[in-house]
T-cell receptor, first 116, second 110 residues
Framework: GAVVSQHPSWVICKSGTSVKIECRSL??????MFWYRQFPKQSLMLMATSNEGSKATYEQGVEKDKFLINHASLTLSTLTVTSAHPEDSSFYIC????????????FGDGTRLSIL | QKEVEQDPGPLSVPEGAIVSLNCTYS??????FMWYRQYSRKGPELLMYTYSSGNKEDGRFTAQVDKSSKYISLFIRDSQPSDSATYLC??????????FGSGTKLNVKP
């Protein structure tokens, strides 16, 4: 149980385009979803926390207009990287927590984003 | 001082060894503790989820929490090359407030 699906797993696109990444909880309802960025050989860096039906809370230093997060349902959150540039290339990982207090996060398999 | 401290390693052990991975923390308000395993280019996978002090066992894995010392451990028995990965500890402070260790890279040599 507690499966999180993230799509696509790998995307390559030209500089200036926008890229959307989907995160779905397949077998549970996720009131909270998280988006992380991870550079090679480094730990997870939290970008934002989103609750279903409300605006995402972004971490300090993360551009809200660059990284648009939508959490429209209890099973789906999306991250859109707008006007992507080479410096946005990274490994992006989502996670979701089931309903209830102090539930652990369950992670997707990540999206490798390469901007040319 | 970081909220959660974890030795980055790398930790290299021979196949079959018992592995001990550890994290220390500073905030006594942490109540729930987790261990994740992350393979290269994959998302972290939840291995253990525990509450309060004591031990929890699942197959070859044992999670140990010592709240008085603010210290948690993950033991892996009969380690296998497939256990080679980065192990992350994590703790919950309050609703939706998670703290992760930086991860320990483990290499199990055949």
């Amino acid at each position: 149980g507690a499966v999180v699906s993230q799509h696509p797993s790998w995307v390559i696109c030209k500089s200036g385009t926008s890229v959307k990444i989907e995160c779905r909880s397949l077998d549970f309802q996720a009131t909270t979803m998280f988006w992380y960025r991870q550079f090679p050989k480094q730990s997870l860096m939290l970008m934002a926390t989103s609750n279903e039906g409300s605006k995402a809370t972004y971490e300090q230093g993360v551009e809200k207009d660059k990284f648009l997060i939508n959490h429209a349902s209890l099973t789906l959150s999306t991250l859109t990287v707008t006007s992507a540039h080479p410096e946005d290339s990274s490994f992006y990982i989502c996670s979701a927590s089931p309903r209830g207090p102090s539930q652990p996060q369950h992670f997707g398999d990540g999206t490798r984003l390469s901007i040319l | 001082q970081k909220e959660v401290e974890q030795d980055p390693g790398p930790l290299s052990v021979p196949e079959g060894a018992i592995v001990s991975l550890n994290c220390t923390y500073s905030n006594s308000a942490f109540q729930y503790f987790m261990w994740y395993r992350q393979y290269s280019r994959k998302g972290p996978e939840l291995l253990m989820y525990t509450y309060s002090s004591g031990n929890k066992e699942d197959g070859r894995f044992t999670a140990q929490v010592d709240k008085s010392s603010k210290y948690i451990s993950l033991f892996i028995r009969d380690s296998q090359p497939s256990d080679s990965a980065t192990y992350l500890c994590a703790m919950i402070y309050s609703i939706n407030k998670f703290y992760f260790g930086s991860g320990t890279k483990l290499n199990v040599k055949p």
